[in-house]
């Protein structure tokens, strides 16, 4: 059991005896930063001032009487104006964490109301490789299937794939015009990529050439009116309204600056097509690309023989190409039904919103209109096409008779919280007010210049290559000869080659869920496969140094898991890192309450720092008697556990060696 969530409910018993509303108090236990304040803190005392009429100390006196945790707790001290705190028992910790030897749930207990959760994520337009920003759902998602599983819910994965909307309307046109049928043939996603980045291009070339005149004349004219206000701001510094002055120039500036950098991004994309005189001469055959784009697709959605046939042709290559990342990765899935699977179900969904009134026609094209919303939900354009909005409602209902969820968790960046917001708000409408929607938003992944990671050419940065580099950075950093030389014995090739794969795949991860999902951060590899600091390479260091003690001493994890040898943590590093693997299961409910298992990885390396200090001071095989070597070897097998399974709750395997 949680130790908190055991405090609070002895603490809730307490606060009875002095009030009926104990629900929100009883919650008000923390883990204390300072080991001289215990292990927890309570601070139910000083919210029941005004209530009582008594000073916080006195009060948190009367719940220390009615207070029950002698099993648990040396008796609970007062600090400062009414905190209290806890200091667990000697004996108890010793036991608690021996038991750790044996419990494959690592303490933590079975839910007493399972639930069935559905968690879509990942989900990757298959028209094109998968690139940086797919690892965030991806990552996430997976952590959160694992942890939901291991606190023992049920918990059933989809991959909602793009496989498809326009961007195969791009391939089959693509294909149609500019394929090189032996490319085709000897690598057919190759080609397959090479045609969308043609089409693409010609796409974004017509509309920039389209675009630019007036994008450049918005960016003059943005341009002077900045610079009137900046110099209406200098003139005015002195004034009253100088401040007022001075914001709207700096609103100016913005609006200037970014007008100045699209008209840039639109001048690129025509500089590299005219650049190509390849691809110059393609622009000026397929001046209506765009459209022809949309035909096509309209064409594979009507059923056109022709190009079905080619959907059928392609579509198994795409899946096999995102299907090796996921084997990289170590992601599976219980479903992947992408948005194909739900396209014969689209006119049904726009047919039941109509005749429910949720939905009706406006300008051609038919829609759900949202009092709390500006704009509506658009169910079908006026071509007759459907939108992601129509295929999400289909899919909400499949998934509501198939997979009956209590809840369901869209994996989805913060960009989509509009969309989000408006499908949630007409689900109920539709039914399904009964399944808890919930938007796991997440930020962006960025270059370590603050923007968003892109390649040299501008393009997402492709995940797969990512993955390469962080191997290569891996063995660079952690398999270096001159750091391996004192292994005995010496890392086999076959070794370093692994040993590098699991910490770059697993930087890879780590680095992502090492930041709360709504976070954007910085990528950088080198940080990323450092030995020092919140890294994976430190966890591994960690996991593999209590992997060498046990090497030394001829033991296994086995034999100190059947001899279970008491814990007795004496020492206070003993006790720090006892009571640290003891957190194990909060860190989880942590990760569920909040979907973030960010939670996840900051106890890690709490723990895994921990583990460095008792690792420093508290020798195993020296030290002074038999019973205190057991101990520690005992602990060191607690901490094994503890570390492996948490990683593995995170997607990462662990290496014996480094």
């Known amino acids: 059991m949680q130790i908190s969530t055991l405090l609070k409910q002895r603490l809730a018993t307490a606060l009875s005896k002095l009030t009926d509303d104990t629900d929100e108090l009883a919650q008000m236990v923390r883990t204390t930063q300072d080991p001289r304040f215990g292990d927890y803190q309570a601070n139910c005392a000083m919210p029941l001032k005004q209530r009582l009429g008594q000073p916080p100390r006195q009060i948190a006196e009367q719940i220390i009487e009615h207070l029950d945790v002698g099993d648990i707790c040396e008796p609970p001290e007062i600090a400062g ?160 309204q100088a401040k007022k002055l001075k914001k709207a120039a700096d609103s100016a500036a913005r609006k200037a600056t970014a007008a100045a950098a699209q008209v840039r991004s639109l001048q690129a994309k025509i500089d590299a097509v005219e650049a190509d005189p390849q691809l110059a001469g393609r622009a000026a055959e397929h001046p209506g690309i765009a459209n022809a784009v949309l035909t096509e697709t309209a064409k594979l959605h009507q059923g056109d023989a022709e190009n079905r046939q080619l959907w059928d042709r392609f579509l198994p290559h795409c899946k096999d190409e995102i299907n090796r990342v996921y084997q990289r990765l170590n992601i599976e899935f219980d479903h992947t039904l992408g948005e194909s699977f739900y396209h014969p179900m689209l006119a049904d969904v726009v047919d039941e919103l109509k005749q429910a009134g949720l939905a009706r026609d406006s300008e051609g094209a038919v829609c759900v209109f949202l ?147 709504t ?47 008491e814990i007795q943590p004496i020492e206070p590093a003993e006790r720090a890192l006892c009571v640290a693997l003891l957190r194990f299961p909060e860190a989880l409910q942590q990760v569920a309450d909040d979907y973030a298992p960010s939670a996840l990885v900051d106890y890690l390396y709490d723990t895994a720092r921990k583990y460095m200090v008792f690792n420093d001071n508290c020798h195993v095989w020296k030290a002074e008697d038999e019973q205190t070597k057991a101990s520690r070897l005992s602990l060191v097998v607690a901490t094994n556990r503890i570390i492996r399974g948490g990683l593995s709750l995170l997607g990462i395997e662990v290496v014996d060696r480094m």
């Open 371 to 517: 009092p709390q919303f500006d704009a509506p939900m658009i169910v079908q354009k006026k071509d007759g096409a459907f939108l992601y909005g129509t295929t999400d409602l289909a899919t909400l209902k499949y998934r509501d008779e198939q997979f009956k969820p209590d809840e369901i968790l869209y994996v989805v960046d913060s960009r989509q919280s509009d969309h989000f917001e408006k499908l949630f708000a007409i689900a109920p409408q539709m039914g399904l007010g009964h399944i808890t929607l919930r938007h796991v938003n997440f930020g962006t992944v960025l270059g370590e210049d603050g923007k968003p990671l892109k390649t040299r050419s501008g393009a997402n940065a492709g995940l797969e290559g990512l993955l390469d580099d962080a191997v290569a950075a891996a063995m660079d950093a952690v398999c270096d000869p001159q750091r391996t030389a004192k292994l005995d014995p010496p890392l086999s090739e076959t070794e370093r080659q692994r040993i590098a794969s699991v910490i770059g795949h697993g930087a890879i991860k780590y680095a992502d869920l090492a930041h709360h999902r």
């Open 81 to 240: 104006p009414g905190f209290i705190n806890f200091r667990l028992r000697q004996d108890w910790l010793a036991k608690s964490t021996t038991a750790l030897l044996s419990d494959d749930r690592l303490g933590v207990d079975a839910p007493a109301s399972p639930r069935t959760l559905l968690i879509d994520f990942s989900s990757p337009n298959v028209a094109k490789p998968m690139h940086v920003g797919h690892i965030r759902s991806t990552v996430i998602g997976d952590a959160l299937t694992r942890t939901f599983r291991f606190l023992g819910h049920n918990v059933i994965t989809d991959n909602h794939l793009g496989d498809w909307g326009t961007q195969f309307g791009m391939i089959i046109y693509g294909y149609k015009h500019f394929v090189d049928q032996a490319a085709f043939e000897a690598g057919p996603v190759a080609e397959l990529v090479r045609l969308y980045r043609i089409v693409n291009s010609l796409i974004d070339y017509h509309n920039a050439v389209a675009e630019l005149s007036h994008a450049q004349a918005s960016a003059t004219l943005l341009r002077k009116e900045a610079d009137a206000a900046a110099e209406m701001a200098q003139e005015m510094a002195a004034k009253p």
């Open 519 to 565: 976070s954007d951060y910085r990528f950088s590899l080198k940080k990323m496969v450092a030995l020092e600091g919140n890294t994976i390479a430190y966890l591994q260091y960690a996991y593999a140094r209590t992997q060498g003690i046990l090497r030394v001493g001829g033991s296994s994890e086995q034999a100190v898991c059947e001899a279970a040898a």
